[in-house]
T-cell receptor, first 117, second 113 residues
């Protein structure tokens, strides 16, 4: 099946630094990708919709200046957590939609564990 | 009130048992209902989805939706230790089974030999 990868799988950083997370659709093109955040034992919460070639759409309560999203190509979306703080520590998961003429499917990446010290 | 409520468990069953996982939702606009399985430290993978009310079966898995009571269920027959994971229900008000999904909290399931 289609594969969505994320890099890095795990990152530890100091408070105040910025961290970039990559999401790639490996064998298909995705005009739309989504970024979710998942706290321990909590559900996935949609952060934003990433659209290739245009600005991302952020969900209510998500700071767009803190979580910068760039969807520069049909196979790559990046999420940059700027000036990270311990409360940003979470599991970040992206997903991409494979459009296949009626058999459209949303695939999720393996996630990136961010720990801010 | 959360849009999708799911009992987080944990739920522990012996191998071979029938497992019942449930969610309730509040938004009557939801049309598509999905079940995802998530292994520890991995992303969710789609098990199956149902449109509107009714049942859908796929192997040992059966999904049920009752829109009148806003209740969705996943049944796992002959459960196996490899079924041990977190199961997430998800819904979508859009006209597809994908997109801006609203997830339940997830139920942690352990199937012990």
């Amino acid at each position: 099946g289609a594969v969505v990868s994320q890099h890095p799988s795990r990152v530890i950083c100091k408070s105040g630094t910025s961290v970039k997370i990559e999401c790639r659709s490996l064998d298909f093109q995705a005009t739309t990708m989504f970024w979710y955040r998942q706290f321990p034992k909590k559900s996935l919460m949609l952060m934003a919709t990433s659209n290739e070639g245009s600005k991302a759409t952020y969900e209510q309560g998500v700071e767009k200046d803190k979580f910068l999203i760039n969807h520069a190509s049909l196979t790559l979306s990046t999420l940059t957590v700027t000036s990270a703080h311990p409360e940003d520590s979470s599991f970040y998961i992206c997903s991409a939609i494979l459009l296949a003429g009626g058999a459209d499917t949303q695939y999720f990446g393996p996630g990136t564990r961010l720990t801010v010290l | 009130q959360k849009e999708v409520e799911q009992d987080p468990g944990p739920l522990s069953v012996p191998e071979g048992a029938i497992v019942s996982l449930n969610c309730t939702y509040s938004n009557s606009a939801f049309q598509y209902f999905m079940w995802y399985r998530q292994y520890s430290r991995k992303g969710p993978e789609l098990l199956m989805y149902t449109y509107s009310s009714g049942n859908k079966e796929d192997g040992r898995f059966t999904a049920q939706v009752d829109k009148s009571s806003k209740y969705i269920s996943l049944f796992i027959r002959d459960s196996q230790p490899s079924d041990s994971a977190t199961y997430l229900c998800a819904t979508n008000a859009g006209g597809t089974s994908y997109g801006k999904l609203t997830f339940g909290q997830g139920t942690i399931l352990t199937v012990h030999p």
